[in-house]
């Protein structure tokens, strides 16, 4: 199956029609065809801008295809060591600043009566190493989607979990059902009712969520027959993992059942915009001083008699080019709104993104007299991974690090670390190290809580009592993001007693590293390491190493290990250790 789209509850495939669209007339066209379609299930998008398309994005994608099927996730881990796969770096999260003063002007324009509410969004971006299947299998558990949604083509990648109904067409009858309203979930089910009824019967709230639908109402009254128009069930609940939504679905009948004239009706959708609509887009623009694309547009599917389209919130997009996801999130803004409610609302809604785990980083490193081997690098990266992976920064470790450039030779470091070379003092770092004992030699371990809070230990360094290494049954996946960061998960790899590491493969049959040590190969007399994107650790030292030219990275398997003239166990602490199976 080569090309495949996710809607709702199914997958479409055996691709047999495709219409890319670059403006609205291309896309009124592409429409009209659609609908006169038999026998196809046409899957797509349209951006937010599809009245200002500036870009050369297209406006429109659709797919069409033969085959329906019942959508079923397939959650095999047989190749897990760390839980969970997904656990994305935030390349660029929300900015409070930013954010206050846009809803500082946010508040003049309400003040001006140019709008009543404007729904303000923000931008993340985020990294990871998972595959789209993976991504879609962890983030389900976490937010059970009516609307999941999955397209992919040379322009870009969408992974939606959208809780939100745009419209559905069922031959001349359509349903909406505008989403406006939040509050977080309870930790019981007594709580769970409590913050339920205050969203049903929250002032601000309900003015909310009336305003779009007399916004809905306004829109859909260009295309519906005079009476036909029923609003079910207003301020509706709806329950997600960690937050309740308010929904108010809104019926009627149509005069036409031309999709080209609904979307020139309703699109964007109100919930996303604002009232009154047109007014409040302009500010939008203004304000956002970005492309929204597929997030706040439309996903959906089209065929002969019906259609369905999900407003694409809690939504991923990744364009061609870029090796990051787009997440955008927003909120209504209006006259009552309170700055901090909005952001921590904005926070709430990018929750899902990452599970509810508790774990630290931390480093192990060699002290000798007054300094660590390899300090700055060891500093640098649990900063870095403490900024991507979302710990609070503490004061202490919010600096510049700098590699340090001395010189070390293969000889200082095979069976200990000797010499001087590579040794930086802790005097420079006395808020971190303060309470070290000086020592000939010494195992500390500096470790940082999620909450920003960093402990230290120090140890004697246990001798070694083997130089045995063994190949793990098990394997890694070089998709799991955390397998790139040194966190207390990494203590489940437990190692046998007699055996100095246990190295790893992953998924490919490649080399990776050992429990805790980088593995170097020398093999035709040229001292190799596994390549990073095999899934490792970047230990100090190895990095150390291919700064200075003595290793080199490369593909390596289980042959390049069982013909290795030399089998090396690298770490900072214990230096090159020569290890055999």
């Not at 997958?11 to 609908?35: G, P, R, T, V």
Request: charged share 30%; glycine share 6%.
């Amino acid at each position: 199956m080569s090309d495949f789209s996710i809607f709702g509850k199914y997958l479409y495939d055996d691709l047999k029609s495709e219409f890319i669209c670059f403006n609205k007339d291309e896309f009124d066209l592409a429409l009209k065809s659609m609908q006169k379609a038999k026998n196809l299930y046409f899957v797509g998008y349209v951006v937010y801008e599809l009245y200002d398309n500036s870009s050369s994005y297209p406006v429109a994608h659709f797919k069409g295809y033969v085959n329906k099927s019942e959508f079923k996730l397939d959650d095999t881990q047989e190749f897990s060591v760390f839980k969970p796969f997904f656990y994305p770096q935030i390349l660029e999260g929300l900015d409070y600043d930013n954010y206050s003063s846009c809803f500082k002007q946010i508040k003049d324009e309400l003040a001006s009566g140019n709008s009543y509410q404007i729904n303000f969004t923000s931008q993340l971006k985020l990294f990871s190493k998972s595959s789209s299947k993976r991504i879609i299998s962890s983030l389900s558990s976490r937010q059970k989607s009516k609307y999941l949604g999955y397209f992919k083509s040379e322009f870009c990648e969408i992974i939606s979990f959208s809780p939100e109904l745009f419209f559905k067409l069922k031959g001349k009858k359509i349903t909406f059902a505008p989403m406006k309203g939040t509050i977080k979930r309870g930790r019981n089910r007594a709580e769970d009712k409590a913050l339920k009824n205050k969203l049903r019967n929250d002032p601000k709230n309900r003015s909310e969520n009336l305003m779009i639908v007399d916004l809905l109402r306004n829109d859909m009254s260009k295309i519906i027959k005079i009476g036909s128009l029923r609003v079910k069930k207003p301020m509706k609940i709806i329950k997600l993992k960690s937050l309740f939504q308010a929904i108010s679905p809104l019926k009627a009948k149509l005069k036409h059942r031309s999709l080209s004239e609904i979307f020139d009706a309703v699109f964007p959708c109100g919930s996303i915009t604002g009232a009154p609509k047109l007014a409040t887009m302009r500010i939008i623009k203004r304000l956002e001083d970005r492309e929204r694309g597929v997030y706040c547009g439309a996903m959906g599917v089209i065929s002969h008699k019906r259609a369905e389209f999900s407003v694409p919130i809690r939504t991923l997009e990744r364009r061609a080019g870029e090796k990051y996801y787009r997440y955008g999130v927003g909120s209504g803004v209006v006259w009552d709104s309170k700055c901090d409610d909005e952001f921590a609302e904005l926070e709430l809604k990018s929750s899902f993104l990452r599970p509810k785990m508790e774990f630290d980083l931390f480093e192990t490193m060699l002290l000798r007299d007054d300094g660590i081997f390899l300090l700055q690098r060891h500093l640098g990266r649990i900063l870095n991974s403490a900024k991507l992976l979302g710990f609070k920064i503490p004061k202490e470790l919010d600096m510049e690090f700098k590699k340090d450039d001395s010189k070390i030779e293969l000889s200082d470091i095979i069976g200990v670390v000797s010499g001087k070379n590579g040794f930086e003092s802790i005097a420079d770092f006395k808020e971190i190290f303060a309470g070290l004992s000086p020592s000939g030699g010494s195992l500390v371990r500096l470790k940082l809580s999620q909450n920003g809070v960093l402990s230290l230990t120090q140890a004697q360094i246990q001798p070694i009592n083997s130089n045995k290494i063994a190949i793990s049954q098990r394997r890694l996946n070089s998709q799991n993001d955390l397998l790139y960061h040194k966190t207390t998960l990494r203590d489940e790899r437990i190692i046998s007693d007699g055996l100095f590491d246990i190295f790893y493969l992953n998924e490919k049959d490649e080399l990776c590293e050992g429990n805790r040590s980088n593995i170097v190969l020398n093999l035709n007399n040229k001292l190799l390491t596994p390549r990073l994107q095999s899934g490792m650790l970047a230990g100090t030292l190895r990095g150390k190493l291919l700064d200075l030219g003595i290793i080199q990275e490369s593909i390596l398997g289980l042959e390049d290990l069982y013909n290795a003239k030399e089998i090396y166990a690298i770490n900072s602490l214990r230096g090159a250790i020569k290890v055999e199976l």
